[in-house]
Structures are given as C-alpha cells and as structure tokens.
C-alpha cells in the first residue's frame, strides 16, 4: 500500500552480551518521521518462535541478551528517509559483552555458561541409529579406512532478500486479522508462528506467499514475519521490510558446520561390511531445523549404498553463532562428503574402479537401509551408474 511505513531492524553487533535499553525520545525529535521503535516489550503474544510446536527460543526481538551477532534488538519504523538514516549507534542501546562460545569445543568445555539458561547445557540433542554388529564387522573387515572432516557454514545465497509487508483488516464478519504478504516455503507454518507471537488465532492471520525468488530451505524460517506482524498489528498501520545483502547473511540461516570422523570397512572383492560415524552439528544461537538434522544425518549418513552393519551418532551444539538451519539436504551432504571420500580410499585400497565400486555397493530393492527399511519398490543409484559407465 502507498501509505505501508517502513521497517528496520538495528542488530547486535556483539555475538554475546547482556542488553539494556535507554530513552528514545532523543530519536523521535532529531527524525520526525520516526513513529514508533519497537521492543521485545511490544510483542503482544510469545516473543519467541521457533520451528518445532514446543521449542520458540528465537525472540523476534532480544530481550536482555543477545546470543549471535546479527540478532534483532529493536525495530524502527516510519518512513523510508527516517528509519533508513538512523544510524545504529544513535539508538540507545547499550550492551555488556561477554566472551562467545564458538566452534565445536568452547561450548562443551566444564563451566562455561548456558547459552540458554532454560536448557541444561549447551548440547541441543543427540541423534543414533543402529544396525547389526557394528564393532564385530568392523573387526573382521579386510580393509578398513578412516577420515576426519570438517565444513563450515554455507549460505543460501537467493537472489531475492527476505521481503515483505503486512497489514492488519477486518474480515467479512467484522472481526480483525493480520495479512502478511512475504516472500517465504512454508506459508502455513508462518501463519501458526505468527498467531502465537501475536496471541491470536491461527484462523486471524493469512499468509500470502509471494513468487519465491530462491530458497533453498532459508525461507523456511521466518526473517521478516515477525517484525512486520508486530509493527503492523501494534500500530494499526501497514508496515513493510525489505533485507539488505548484509542484513541478510548476518540473521538468517545457514547450512550447519560439521565436524564428523566416520570409517568404512569392506571386504578384498570390495563389498561395504560396516561403517561407523561420529558428527557435531553446530546449530547456531538457536535451535531452528537442528532437531530435524540430527535425526535426517544418522539415517542417511551411508549414502545410497547398503551396508549390513551401521552405527551413526550425532550431537546437534548451541553456539553464539548464527542460527543454521535448513539447507537442501539437512546436514546430508555434509555426511556425503565423508562417505564419498571413504568410497574413494576403499577403491583405490582394493583397485577397483571408484565407478564400478560404488555400482557393486548400490543399495537396490529388496535390500535394508541403514535403519532397516526394506526398499520394495525400487532405488535408481545401479541404473544410474550403469547410464553413466559408457562415458566414464
């Protein structure tokens, strides 16, 4: 709408501190067209989301911390000229840093702080999956190869930021609800995160996806839903947000770092007999999609191949870092790279062709994945390799 204000987030530039807020008046005299700056004090219903119907430890705006650097801590709104002009450091923000916990280690270390005083410690979950005798196989293998390997995060890199406007109407019946008009994957659970954050009924807020300009999973969180919710149901008033390049990879999120040590064993002819992996999933300040990928990890972790004998672990970690969430696979190619790489050491170990090795180790119908489904219908990876072969 013409008359649909403007929004932006100022944010932590800090990975981890205390927060506390000063008086605003200062602000709205110097920008006129300043209308309101909005705090976590402004959510109406639960200044938390999350992914997960029991888990909303994401604040749409911080409330006296701040976890990762990039966190939203208040929103200005008003007109394009005002809110874009403010400069950061005008805004009466004053923060007492602390040491970041980071990486894989400094998290888990003995005494250091809860990232989220609520939980009981920095470790989110652990994901297992089991099948056969691991150990026994293992012993027994012909050739055994190990590796460590370690990525970082990835960002999804759209070509359309996070982008959006809301405004709040009233139905046929009189009653109010809140239209959001945002670029997201998965309007319905937009529709269910906002309702809570704004204390109303799912049934009172529409969600209108619009043409998705890229996604790759980072639009399945939300960016600028709840900011724009807020702002327009407070006010009265549309309201519309659109991210920055910057803005964008410093608060959304990204594929999961992985730190894994996984090995293979197999038999002199070449046919997989065991395999055993060990992953750390750095989930970020928050737990956005981590549940989600220390399960698919474990389950998917030996590739398209069949393997008698399995044990996969996974640790999903708080970090002050930037959330991670989902990204094209859910921590899956992450795991790829180590049993491709192991593939290669074991063909090369008993001379058979890398292609031919893994045609020989395809998991097909009829054979059990690494959770004991039994495949009945079909699995493509022989056919593909077979189209492959006249030109490898």
């Known amino acids: 709408p013409r008359d649909a204000l403007w929004l932006r987030a100022v944010r932590s530039p800090h990975w981890s501190a205390t927060v506390s807020l000063g008086p605003m ?15 976590w004090a402004d959510v109406p219903g639960n200044n938390g989301f999350g992914i997960y119907p029991n888990v909303k430890d994401q604040p749409a705006l911080a409330k006296d911390e701040v ?15 005002s809110v874009h002009g403010i400069r950061d450091e005008e805004v009466p923000i004053r923060y007492a840093v602390r040491e970041p916990l980071q990486g894989f280690d400094a998290p888990r270390e003995d005494g250091v702080p809860r990232i989220h005083a609520d939980k009981p410690g920095n470790i989110l979950a652990h994901g297992y999956v089991r099948k056969g005798e691991p150990d026994s196989a293992m012993a027994s293998a012909d050739i055994v190869v190990s590796g ?31 239209e959001i008009t945002v670029s997201t994957q998965t309007p319905y659970m937009d529709r269910d995160e906002i309702a809570q954050l704004i204390g109303i009924a799912p049934e009172q807020v529409r969600v ?31 309201v519309r947000c659109v991210y920055n390049r910057i803005e964008s990879m410093a608060s959304t999120t990204k594929r999961h770092p992985a730190r894994i040590a996984a090995t ?17 999933f750095n989930t970020g300040a928050y737990t956005s999609w981590g549940l989600t990928v220390k399960d698919r990890v474990p389950i998917h972790a030996t ?90």
């Open 208 to 238: 209108i996806p619009t043409a998705c300009g890229g996604g790759f999973g980072g639009k399945l969180d939300l960016a600028v839903q709840p900011l724009i919710a807020v702002a327009a149901w407070v006010l009265n008033r549309p």
């Open 264 to 280: 293979y064993g197999c038999s002199r002819d070449g046919l997989l007999s065991a395999y055993k992996f060990d992953g750390d």
């Open 25 to 39: 008046d200062a602000l709205h005299k110097k920008y006129p067209g300043l209308v309101r700056v909005l705090t």
């Open 148 to 178: 460590d390997y370690e990525t970082t995060f990835v960002e999804h890199a759209y070509i359309e930021p996070e982008a959006g406007w809301a405004r709040r109407v009233r139905d046929s019946s009189g009653g109010e609800r809140l």
């Open 67 to 81: 976890r990762f650097r990039g966190e939203a801590v208040v929103a200005l709104v008003g007109d394009y000229a």
């Open 303 to 392: 590739g398209p191949y069949f393997v008698p004998h399995v044990e996969n672990r996974t640790t999903a970690i708080f970090t002050n870092e930037t959330p991670a969430g989902a990204f094209r696979g859910f921590g899956v190619p992450q795991a790829a790279i180590a049993h491709e790489a192991l593939i290669d050491m074991m063909a090369e170990r008993t001379g058979i062709d890398p292609l031919e090795f893994r045609h020989k180790n395809a998991i097909r119908a009829g054979q059990a994945t690494a959770t004991g489904q039994v495949l009945e219908a079909s699995a493509g990876l022989a056919e593909c390799l077979e189209r492959l072969r006249p030109h490898w």
